[in-house]
């Protein structure tokens, strides 16, 4: 007896199903199931079509009566875990997913599963463990990395294994899974568990005795997971950066007595990459200025022999305290095979910035206060990146508001079709990039002061081949100008450096289409009163505001163990130059309390829908059990003045427009 249909009618339904004609299909099976009762296949295909559409005791009942035909069918427990997982029937939809991999061990979508399971109960650990199992299985299962890369955000590993460098490292090679300072002090506390960085980091007040130059450079290029963050991210350890200066002088100052040019190369261009990354923060001396002197005069004689080949190692350093692009003969070394990533890093792209800034769109911005922010962030683009964590799949704006268990008034969002977002102070586009791959059937405006940030926005977003985004450079002052409005706005630390914030949100909420949403980012000031002395205390030494100036002040903060000086170095802007003069130096700042946002929000009438960071609402959960406290901003205030560093970030909430 043949208990299966022919080739050609399982095809024609699968092609069904994967019209959505599923009400077809359980009609076509419902024929089919009195001419094949035992066919597996009709009875997975129509549990998988009742699933389709949420009727789950029919879908349940599909799967169990095809493992009393047979109970060794692997995917019929897969599909029964991803039923009792929707249903909240965690212990079941574990059990079926068990049952599925000891059937079929490489069942690796089972394994994400399950560890999605663990990720929402927070057992990070455990979860790790299963998203881990899948990657052996499948490493190029991106959405068990990018679930991997959400659980190292909150995470301290306690040892060291192969399987975890091997994805991590993975991890941080991807270019649109994870920013990797979202994850970087956990890879830095994992780095402390290697046994060679750990005897580095022992010696590090006294390096030169203890290790040979030769030896620094051999044990810190074989540590890939150090280099990777190098390479990518400003590193955010001061006892990793001070390893990274000595090595950065050491060898600037010993290059004719290096074993190995090739493997010093090598390091010195991820040292320069990390170094024009975070805008040479680094301090150096005049020892080594003299010497980089030497190098610049020695290049320029020996490009004039075209002899110039051999210096590859000595242009690494020069890489690693200025940026290529600024010298006159910098275009001559383009062809060093040795040197084409830094040529990329540091000539190509700048040079790219440039070209696409005589293309930018560009309204003339005339209010004072934006004029000296845009000088800022013309003379420092904030911040510069190379990865980001884009969306695999555009979600329906109201399937994102849900998985962020928004607050929301649905019916007007269900009926929204073709969506227009704005960014208002998009910087050098890591936000908008994201948004844009955010929302399905969305188009992205792209709005910020200075020229030279969108540039690099722009150039990363071609990288990308994001398409549905325009970079417009003007104040959000003059909205007006491009007589649009908005379904969604999102304006991240942008109102703070305004004149007057409550002027700026008042336009942003004019431009926003009745019932759209909007998320703001404002800096909390009970999280940054730090900071706030800090600022004070440099407008008292009147110390005016260069590049020069910031670094020497940086060297203060390093030495010092001043209680707010300790506060400023836990934090990430630390790092880098541009994220640095923001922090400290910013020529224009506002900070708020949860009761001012409270005042502006009903001023505006606007409705508070809640806060945008996961873990941030998991640790308010803890303390506030009804889904309703998560709307209330009396409780968030309370919950603050318990926490006082709670939002060290800043407030980053969603809002909705009550018209």
Same mark, same amino acid.
């Given at each position: 007896?043949?208990?299966?249909?022919?080739?050609?009618?399982?095809?024609?339904?699968?092609?069904?199903?994967?019209?959505?004609?599923?009400?077809?299909?359980?009609?076509?099976?419902?024929? =089919?199931?009195?001419?094949?009762?035992?066919?597996?296949?009709?009875?997975?295909?129509?549990?998988?079509?009742?699933?389709?559409?949420?009727?789950?005791?029919?879908?349940?009942?599909?799967?169990?009566?095809?493992?009393?035909?047979?109970?060794?069918?692997?995917?019929?427990?897969?599909?029964?875990?991803?039923?009792?997982?929707?249903?909240?029937?965690?212990?079941?939809s574990?059990?079926?997913?068990?049952?599925?991999?000891?059937?079929?061990?490489?069942?690796?979508?089972?394994?994400?599963?399950?560890?999605?399971?663990?990720?929402?109960?927070?057992?990070?650990?455990?979860?790790?463990?299963?998203?881990?199992?899948?990657?052996?299985?499948?490493?190029n299962?991106?959405?068990?990395?990018?679930?991997?890369?959400?659980?190292?955000?909150?995470?301290?590993?306690?040892?060291?294994?192969?399987?975890?460098?091997?994805?991590?490292?993975?991890? =941080?090679?991807?270019?649109?899974?994870?920013?990797?300072?979202?994850?970087?002090?956990t890879i830095?506390?994992?780095?402390?568990?290697?046994?060679?960085?750990?005897?580095?980091?022992?010696?590090?007040?006294?390096?030169?005795?203890?290790?040979?130059?030769?030896e620094?450079?051999?044990?810190?290029?074989?540590?890939?997971?150090?280099? /990777?963050?190098?390479?990518?991210?400003?590193?955010?350890?001061?006892?990793?950066?001070?390893?990274?200066?000595?090595?950065?002088?050491?060898?600037?100052?010993?290059?004719?007595?290096?074993?190995?040019?090739?493997?010093?190369?090598?390091?010195?261009?991820s040292?320069?990459?990390?170094?024009?990354?975070?805008?040479?923060?680094?301090?150096?001396?005049?020892?080594?200025?003299?010497? /980089?002197?030497?190098?610049?005069?020695?290049?320029?004689?020996?490009?004039?022999?075209?002899?110039?080949?051999?210096?590859?190692?000595?242009?690494?350093?020069?890489?690693?305290?200025?940026?290529?692009?600024?010298?006159?003969?910098?275009?001559?070394?383009?062809?060093?095979?040795?040197?084409?990533?830094?040529?990329?890093?540091?000539?190509?792209?700048?040079?790219?910035?440039?070209?696409?800034?005589?293309?930018?769109?560009?309204?003339?911005?005339?209010?004072?206060?934006?004029?000296?922010?845009?000088?800022?962030y013309?003379?420092?683009?904030?911040?510069?990146?190379?990865?980001?964590?884009?969306?695999?799949?555009?979600?329906?704006?109201?399937?994102?508001?849900?998985?962020?268990?928004?607050?929301?008034?649905?019916?007007?969002?269900?009926?929204w079709?073709?969506?227009?977002? /704005?960014?208002?102070?998009c910087?050098?586009?890591?936000?908008?990039?994201?948004?844009?791959?955010?929302y399905?059937?969305?188009?992205?405006?792209?709005?910020?002061?200075?020229?030279?940030?969108?540039?690099?926005?722009?150039?990363?977003?071609d990288?990308?081949?994001?398409?549905?985004?325009?970079?417009?450079?003007?104040?959000?002052?003059?909205?007006?100008?491009?007589?649009?409005?908005?379904?969604?706005?999102?304006?991240?630390g942008?109102?703070?450096?305004?004149?007057?914030?409550?002027?700026?949100?008042?336009?942003?909420?004019?431009?926003?289409?009745?019932?759209g949403?909007m998320?703001?980012?404002?800096?909390?000031?009970?999280?940054?009163?730090?900071? =706030?002395?800090?600022?004070?205390?440099?407008?008292?030494?009147?110390?005016?505001?260069?590049?020069?100036?910031?670094?020497?002040?940086?060297e203060?903060?390093?030495?010092?163990?001043?209680?707010?000086?300790?506060?400023?170095?836990?934090?990430?802007?630390f790092?880098?130059?541009?994220?640095?003069?923001?922090?400290?130096?910013?020529?224009?700042?506002?900070?708020?309390?949860?009761?001012?946002?409270?005042?502006?929000?009903?001023?505006?009438?606007?409705?508070?829908?809640?806060?945008?960071?996961?873990?941030?609402?998991?640790?308010?959960?803890?303390?506030?059990?009804?889904?309703?406290?998560?709307?209330?901003?009396?409780?968030?205030?309370?919950?603050?003045i318990?926490?006082?560093?709670?939002?060290?970030?800043?407030?980053?909430?969603?809002?909705?427009?009550? /018209?």
């Open positions: 007896m043949t208990y299966e249909p022919k080739k050609e009618i399982a095809e024609k339904l699968l092609e069904s199903f994967n019209e959505k004609l599923y009400f077809d299909v359980i009609k076509k099976i419902s024929e =089919l199931r009195t001419q094949y009762p035992d066919s597996i296949f009709l009875l997975n295909v129509l549990g998988v079509t009742y699933n389709e559409l949420n009727k789950y005791d029919e879908a349940i009942k599909c799967f169990n009566d095809l493992l009393k035909i047979n109970k060794n069918f692997a995917d019929a427990y897969f599909n029964l875990g991803i039923i009792y997982k929707k249903i909240k029937e965690e212990k079941k574990i059990f079926n997913y068990n049952q599925c991999i000891k059937i079929n061990p490489k069942k690796f979508e089972a394994y994400n599963n399950l560890g999605n399971i663990y990720k929402e109960r927070q057992e990070i650990k455990i979860a790790i463990e299963k998203y881990l199992q899948c990657l052996e299985i499948n490493p299962y991106i959405i068990a990395l990018q679930n991997f890369a959400v659980c190292l955000q909150n995470f301290k590993f306690n040892k060291t294994s192969s399987i975890v460098d091997r994805h991590i490292i993975n991890l =941080l090679e991807q270019e649109k899974i994870v920013r990797p300072v979202d994850i970087i002090f830095i506390d994992y780095l402390y568990l290697n046994p060679k960085l750990k005897l580095i980091l022992k010696n590090i007040d006294d390096l030169e005795n203890n290790l040979s130059l030769n620094l450079v051999m044990e810190i290029s074989n540590i890939k997971i150090l280099i /990777l963050l190098i390479e990518n991210t400003p590193i955010t350890d001061l006892k990793i950066e001070k390893i990274l200066r000595y090595l950065r002088s050491e060898i600037l100052l010993n290059l004719s007595t290096l074993e190995s040019r090739k493997v010093a190369l090598k390091l010195m261009e040292i320069a990459k990390q170094c024009f990354i975070n805008e040479y923060i680094y301090s150096f001396d005049k020892k080594e200025e003299g010497i /980089l002197n030497n190098i610049e005069k020695k290049i320029i004689k020996d490009l004039q022999k075209n002899s110039f080949t051999q210096n590859d190692l000595e242009i690494a350093c020069l890489a690693a305290y200025m940026p290529l692009h600024i010298l006159k003969w910098s275009n001559k070394i383009k062809q060093i095979p040795n040197l084409k990533d830094l040529v990329q890093q540091q000539i190509n792209e700048p040079q790219e910035e440039l070209n696409l800034r005589k293309k930018l769109l560009s309204l003339n911005i005339k209010n004072k206060i934006s004029l000296n922010v845009k000088n800022q013309e003379n420092n683009p904030y911040p510069r990146w190379n990865k980001v964590a884009l969306y695999g799949i555009p979600k329906k704006p109201l399937m994102f508001f849900k998985n962020l268990e928004l607050n929301i008034k649905e019916e007007n969002i269900q009926k079709k073709n969506i227009n977002v /704005l960014v208002a102070g910087g050098t586009g890591q936000h908008a990039i994201t948004t844009a791959t955010k399905e059937n969305s188009f992205v405006t792209a709005i910020d002061l200075s020229a030279q940030s969108l540039c690099y926005a722009k150039r990363k977003a990288e990308f081949e994001i398409k549905n985004i325009e970079f417009i450079q003007m104040d959000l002052l003059d909205l007006k100008k491009i007589s649009k409005k908005f379904d969604i706005i999102e304006s991240v942008v109102l703070h450096h305004m004149d007057n914030p409550l002027i700026g949100w008042q336009i942003l909420n004019e431009f926003l289409n009745p019932h949403l998320m703001i980012g404002l800096y909390s000031k009970i999280a940054r009163e730090h900071i =706030l002395k800090i600022r004070n205390e440099i407008k008292k030494e009147k110390i005016n505001i260069n590049e020069e100036n910031i670094i020497k002040y940086r203060e903060i390093i030495s010092s163990k001043n209680y707010n000086f300790n506060l400023i170095k836990q934090s990430t802007d790092f880098s130059l541009s994220t640095l003069r923001d922090l400290l130096f910013h020529v224009q700042e506002h900070t708020f309390t949860i009761s001012q946002i409270i005042k502006h929000l009903n001023h505006l009438k606007l409705t508070f829908s809640g806060f945008e960071n996961r873990n941030l609402i998991n640790l308010f959960k803890n303390k506030n059990n009804e889904k309703k406290d998560l709307y209330n901003l009396n409780l968030w205030e309370k919950f603050e318990d926490n006082p560093r709670i939002f060290a970030g800043m407030y980053q909430f969603w809002c909705q427009k009550n /018209l």
